[in-house]
């Protein structure tokens, strides 16, 4: 089985200032790995993935993750967030052989003030 | 090309009713599944359905079921509905259940059991 873990539940953060989201998982198996994030009221949108190749991977609005395999580690930064950053943000894992339900963290609230 | 559309938006029910929710997926995915989100239990896999066939299903009570359409369309159903059931319902589609692919979700269905 998978598990995903986001140590922050939340983070505050002055506008224009950087940011890191910590997400770490375990799994036996090889995985896929996923960023989404949720505005109020609304549903996921994928930030980025990683299937494989290139360990640094880019996503939209600016933010990027790293995979770490030695670690087990996923994280997501951004150099320079915006008041418009805020929301909630999920960590998810699927394993990546056949149709593998997605297993997602508890999420990690960043709030961004001006 | 519509994303994936979820109806109703909102919806409130009495416990003990039944509820039906609705999952328009993205045109040509064939793959739908369905996921409970709550403050306390977070992100949870609910089934998943491909070819009108349910392929995979969480850890859920009977009382929530679902069924899949010629045309893609999903609909779960949840029966003698309790407090406990309130809750963001999110589907996604896939372009199919095998890997590498990205779900896509919709913006949910926020039902709320009085």
């Known amino acids: ?114 | 090309k519509a994303g994936v559309t979820q109806t109703p938006r909102y919806l409130i029910k009495t416990r003990g009713q039944q509820v039906t929710l609705s999952c328009s997926p993205i045109s040509g995915h064939r793959s739908v599944s369905w996921y409970q989100q709550t403050p306390g239990q977070g992100l949870q896999f609910l089934f998943e359905y491909f070819s009108e066939t349910q392929r995979n299903k969480g850890n859920f009570p009977g009382r929530f079921s679902g069924r899949q359409f010629s045309n893609s369309r999903s609909e779960m159903n949840v029966s003698t509905l309790e407090l406990g059931d309130s809750a963001l319902y999110l589907c996604a589609s896939s372009f199919t259940d095998s890997l590498p692919t990205e779900a896509f979700f919709g913006q949910g269905t926020r039902l709320t059991v009085v």
């Not at chain 1, 494989?52 to 930064?77: D, P, Y």
């Not at chain 1, 394993?95 to 508890?106: C, D, E, I, S, Y």
């Open chain 1, 1 to 114: 089985a998978q598990s995903v873990t986001q140590l922050d539940s939340q983070v505050p953060v002055f506008e224009e200032a950087p940011v890191e989201l910590r997400c770490n998982y375990s799994s036996s198996v090889s995985v896929y790995l996923f960023w989404y994030v949720q505005y109020p009221n609304q549903g996921l949108q994928l930030l980025l993935k990683y299937l494989s190749g290139s360990t640094l991977v880019k996503g939209i609005n600016g933010f990027e993750a790293e995979f770490n395999k030695s670690q087990t580690s996923f994280h997501l930064r951004k150099p320079s967030v915006h008041i418009s950053d805020t929301a909630e943000y999920f960590c998810a894992v699927r394993r990546n052989t056949g149709f593998q339900k997605l297993v997602f963290g508890t999420g990690t609230r960043l709030l961004v003030s001006p």
